[in-house]
Structure formats: C-alpha cells, structure tokens
C-alpha cells in the first residue's frame, strides 16, 4: 500500500512565478491537510480538504495561494507570484475520515525554493 | 486557541540509554488527541505514537512510551533503549476531537541525538 505521495520534492521558482505542489493520499483517503515548515519551526496548518471541498482553511494566507481536491487527480496546492518568504517545506497528509481518532499520515514535503 | 509547548530546543543521549522529550499543552477541550511525531534527516514525517485523552492508560508502542497527565495538561515521550536511529526532530502535536476541526497544532520540535 502505497504511502502519501508528494511531488516534485524540490521545486525552484523565481520570484513572481507560480508554483503549483501536488498531492496523492494514501489509498482509501479521502482527507487531505496541507502544512507548511519554515527553517527550524514545526508545522503548520494551512488547509483542510475532503473530495471537491474546502473544509477549514484557516491556515491559508488571504492572498496568492489556493488549494484544491477535485474529484479525480491529486489535490493541489497553488502559490501564484512567488516571493522569497514563500520558501519553505510544504507537507501534505491524508486520512480516511473516519469517527473517532484518524490519524494523519505524511508525504516526504516538497521543499520550495524561491530565488 | 490550543498551543503545544516543547521547552528542550535539544537533547543528546548515549545508545542504549532511556530518554524522555517534555511536551505541555493548553486547550479548554475536554476530549482530544496527542501524537508524537518523528523527523530524521530525511525530513519524512513519522508518527511514533498517539493517544486519546479519553483513555487513562499510557499508549505504549515497543520502546516507546508515553505519560500523559491529562490535569496537568502533560504529554511526555519516553524512549528506551535509544538507537543511532531514534536520531531525529520530535515534534509533539494537538489534535481536538471534533469534526471539521481535524487539524494538527504542532509544537516546535526537539532535537534528538543518540551518541555511539
């Protein structure tokens, strides 16, 4: 069974470029969460998406950044215009949803690099 | 707003030998879960244990150990018989028992050494 994919795991952009990060649950997921960790922080919370929802993005800065979890495919994270504070490692997790405790499971991150 | 507090920024250890990471936590839920995460090199998240809140008894996964004091609001990791490969970031992390509200509030991390 195939854990949480993420890709690309490294991903360089100039300043004002889009990136656009990817992500495939753990087979049976139906949950996705989107964390981002700057240098020597521990996570934290951006999004929270369940198939064609958006269900808690608290986390997410107002502007130029969007995620999505559509019917088929991967869920996607999108930074448009790029700047340098956007470097960071970006995890996603996945979780089946179901009552009670779900754990999250971890993608390897895709680390941005912004120049 | 629950908030997780790692007070050790760093630990070191010998091999062989038993540590334990700290983690405190606040919250005004009555019903939620703790996990503990690991982050080696790699920088791959790992989970290493959990536990309800609901649940009196300290979750146990083969070396690895957890006291939870729920009053004191206390969730301390107890690794025994270290190995060069516990060597890694420890984050502690919050999770409320609430649909809708499945979000992970993560401490700071620690860092981990285990000496030969």
């Known amino acids: 069974n195939a854990g949480v994919m993420q890709n690309p795991r490294h991903l360089v952009r100039r300043r004002g470029q889009e990136a656009r990060l990817r992500c495939s649950p753990m087979k049976g997921h139906s949950h996705v969460y989107w964390y981002r960790q700057l240098p020597e922080e521990g996570l934290k919370f951006m999004v929270y998406l369940q198939k064609e929802n958006i269900i808690d993005e608290s986390g997410m800065p107002k502007e130029r950044f969007s995620a999505e979890f559509p019917k088929e495919g991967p869920s996607i994270l999108r930074i448009q215009q790029v700047v340098r504070g956007d470097s960071a490692a970006y995890f996603c997790?996945?979780?089946?949803?179901?009552?009670?405790?779900?754990?999250?499971?971890f993608g390897p991150g895709t680390r941005l690099t912004v120049l | 707003a629950q908030t997780v507090t790692q007070s050790q920024p760093e630990m070191s250890v010998q091999e062989a030998e038993t540590v334990t990471l700290s983690c405190t936590y606040d919250?005004?839920?009555?019903?939620?879960?703790l996990f503990w995460y690991k982050q080696p090199p790699s920088r791959q998240m790992i989970l290493v244990i959990r536990?309800?809140?609901?649940?009196?008894q300290n979750a146990t996964e083969n070396r690895f150990s957890v006291n939870f004091q729920k009053a004191a609001k206390s969730f301390s990791l107890k690794i025994s018989d270290s190995q060069l490969g516990d060597t890694a970031m420890y984050f502690c992390a919050f999770m409320k028992h609430r649909v809708g509200s499945e979000k992970l509030v993560f401490g700071k991390g620690m860092k981990l050494t285990v000496n030969p």
């Open positions: 919250t005004s839920e009555s019903n939620y879960y």
């Open positions: 536990q309800e809140a609901y649940k009196q």
């Open positions: 997790a996945s979780s089946q949803g179901t009552s009670g405790l779900d754990t999250q499971y």
